[in-house]
């Protein structure tokens, strides 16, 4: 089984800090993605990468920034932490772009 | 742009039917899918459906009619660990191979 592994459940930061969400997969996947979950607004897509050093935006970028130096980590960057980026973070993997797997997710506050 | 379209709630009884509707504007089309998440938990890939008709899988099946841009899935046999929320998803044709996704549909099952 595919494994995607984020690699912190629950975060607490201040605001202005740099945050790091990193997120590793075991099973050569080329495709990676990062979105956030709030209530109310389902699943947005914040970056994603088909390749390695490849990126690219997705609905939400602002306030985001991404690494991907090996296949298998994506690291989710927030650059100077806001209240407003208080959310679940949801790293994922995918071979051929229909069925994903998905990480346990990183519950983030930012205060 | 794309949007998905899906009911915010959905209650039922064990061993019940019931049906979860996915209505979708997308300005390319590479199928459906749908993914499960339970309370606290990453999503998990359900079943994809890339041509008209419907696909079961055990208690589970999704149907697709891309004239009508719409999809459903279908529980049978609800039980209580079928409460979740359910989201159904398709490709941005925009972004690669990432995923749009509904905001979801929250499923209850009671005794």
Redesign the interface.
């Known amino acids: 089984d595919v494994k995607v592994t984020q690699s912190s459940r629950y975060l607490v930061k201040r605001t202005g800090e740099k945050v790091f969400l990193e997120c590793v997969q075991d099973m050569d996947h080329e495709?990676m993605?990062w979105?956030r979950q709030d209530p109310?607004?389902?699943?947005?897509?914040i970056y994603?990468s088909?390749d390695v050093k490849m990126k690219?935006k997705?609905?939400i970028p602002e306030g985001y920034s991404v690494s991907r130096e090996k296949k298998e980590r994506f690291s989710l960057i927030l650059e100077s932490a806001s209240t407003n980026q208080t959310s679940m973070y949801?790293c994922a993997s995918?071979f051929?772009?229909?069925?994903?797997?998905?990480?346990?997710?990183t519950r983030l506050t930012v205060v | 742009g794309q949007s998905l379209e899906q009911p915010s709630e959905v209650t039922a009884v064990e061993g019940a039917i019931v049906q979860i509707n996915c209505t979708y504007q997308t300005s390319g089309f590479y199928g459906l899918s749908w993914y499960q998440q339970h309370d606290g938990g990453a999503p998990t890939f359900l079943s994809y459906n890339g041509l008209d008709g419907l696909e079961e899988t055990g208690r589970f099946s999704s149907f697709l009619s891309r004239s009508d841009s719409y999809g459903y899935l279908l529980l049978q046999e609800l039980q209580m660990k079928d409460s979740a929320s359910y989201f159904c998803a398709v490709r941005d044709p925009q972004a690669g191979t990432a995923l749009i996704f509904g905001k979801g549909t929250t499923l209850s099952v009671s005794s």
């Open positions: 495709n993605f979105y109310g607004l389902g699943l947005r897509l994603f088909y690219e997705g609905d949801l995918s051929t772009g229909y069925g994903y797997t998905f990480g346990s997710g």
